[in-house]
C-alpha cells in the first residue's frame, strides 16, 4: 500500500494511526490538522483492540524532520501526550514509546506559538488547571477535547446479519397477529357499552 506523504494529497482520506499523523506531516499546522483528523476518527473505534493497533506502531520523529525543530519536539509530544491519554481512559497500556519520547524543555500553553509565547493569561490558567496529567508529563499544559467523546466502548453484543434480524421481526409479526385474532374470537376487539 503506497501512501502519500503530504496532507494535502490525502484530502480524502484520514489518518488511521498515529504513526501516519506524524507520517503525513512536513510542519506544525499540518501536523494539527492531521491530529485533528485522527482525534476525529476516534468515533469509529469503539474495541480496546482496535485502539491498542492503532497506536501501537512509534510514529517518525517531528523533530528530525520538521525545518523548526521546536515545533517539532512540540508535535512529537503533542501526539504522546493523545495517545496515552487515550489509552489511560480506555484501559489499554499505554505504548513503550510514549515513554520514550523526550518532553519539552519549557511548557508549552495552549493557545500560544511554537514555543508557548502569544497565549492570553486566561489560557494558561486553564491550561494550568485543567490539562491532564498525560499532557503534563509532556510539560505541555492543553486541554484535549474529552475522551470519553473520543472512544466509547460498546456493549459487547455481537452484529446479527440482516436476514436473521428480518426472520426475527416476521415471527414478531406473525405472533402479533395471532394475538389479534385470538382477543377478536374472544370478543375482546369490541367495545362495550354499557348503559
Known amino acids: 500500500m503506497s ?13 488511521c494511526t498515529a504513526a501516519e499523523v506524524a507520517a503525513w506531516a512536513h510542519d506544525l499546522p499540518e501536523f494539527s490538522l492531521n491530529l485533528t483528523d485522527w482525534l476525529h476518527e476516534f468515533r469509529h473505534v469503539h474495541s480496546r483492540a482496535e485502539l491498542t493497533r492503532r497506536v501501537a506502531e512509534r510514529p517518525r520523529a517531528c523533530r528530525k524532520v520538521f525545518a523548526e525543530r521546536k515545533s517539532g519536539g512540540l508535535a512529537d509530544a503533542l501526539l504522546a501526550a493523545h495517545v496515552a491519554h487515550l489509552c489511560l481512559h480506555a484501559g489499554t497500556p499505554v505504548p513503550e514509546w510514549v515513554s520514550a519520547t ?10 500560544g506559538d511554537a514555543e508557548g509565547h502569544n497565549a492570553s493569561a486566561l489560557d494558561r490558567i486553564d491550561a494550568l488547571r485543567f490539562a491532564p496529567a498525560c499532557f503534563r508529563a509532556f510539560n505541555v499544559f492543553y486541554v484535549p477535547v474529552a475522551a470519553r467523546q473520543l472512544f466509547k466502548k460498546r456493549a459487547g453484543r455481537p452484529t446479527v446479519p440482516a436476514s436473521e434480524q428480518r426472520a426475527k421481526a416476521a415471527e414478531r409479526q406473525r405472533r402479533y397477529r395471532q394475538r389479534l385474532l385470538h382477543d377478536a374470537g374472544r370478543g375482546r376487539s369490541r367495545k362495550r357499552l354499557s348503559v
Not at 501512501?3 to 489518518?15: E, G, I, Q
Not at 523526550?102 to 493557545?111: D, V
Open 3 to 15: 501512501v502519500s506523504t503530504s496532507y494535502k494529497t490525502n484530502v480524502n482520506r484520514r489518518p
Open 102 to 111: 523526550p518532553a519539552l524543555a519549557r511548557p508549552w500553553f495552549q493557545g
